[in-house]
């Protein structure tokens, strides 16, 4: 083992970790702009984008649900979910398993929406450079989701 492979310090890992705080930061930044750009194109607000992914990838989901996955107030998730429904490309449905918290499930018009924005983002990001391995990424989703379960006691509401 040489001393790239040995585990960090607690002080070295972190000043580390906060030059990846740093990266993640602007990346958001520049990526949020990125995507409220596509907003001219689809219609569709970041929020809305958030909501409609998790219905698409995880079928119907209730609003507490959503919010804690996205680590967001219920509240504002519900904002997103009202805005997606009122433009069809969602719809409340009954809960069985719970009478007074419903089922949001995207519709087929949402399908439609979700997978055109999903396309074009896939583009911009078959267009990132360093010749990137598999290996480099699936290192980074392991440090990404060290660092974040370092905060899963944060509450969003």
């Not at 930061?25 to 929020?47: F, P």
């Not at 398993?97 to 439609?112: F, M, P």
């Amino acid at each position: 083992m040489n001393d790239f492979d040995a585990p960090l310090p607690p002080d070295d890992l972190g000043h580390r970790v906060s030059e990846v705080f740093d990266l993640i930061g602007a990346l958001y930044r520049r990526g949020l702009r990125k995507l409220e750009q596509g907003e001219e194109v689809e219609g569709v607000s970041v929020g809305v984008r958030s909501v409609l992914v998790l219905l698409h990838r995880y079928g119907p989901m209730t609003v507490p649900q959503m919010g804690r996955v996205m680590a967001l107030t219920r509240q504002f998730v519900q904002r997103m979910v009202n805005d997606a429904v009122d433009r069809g490309w969602a719809e409340v449905t009954p809960n069985p398993a719970h009478q007074r918290s419903s089922l949001i499930r995207i519709t087929d018009e949402g399908v439609a929406v979700i997978t055109a924005i999903l396309a074009r983002e896939h583009a911009l990001n078959r267009q990132v450079g360093g010749d990137l391995t598999e290996a480099e990424l699936r290192a980074c989703v392991r440090v990404l989701k060290e660092m974040l379960r370092t905060f899963d006691h944060v509450d969003a509401s």
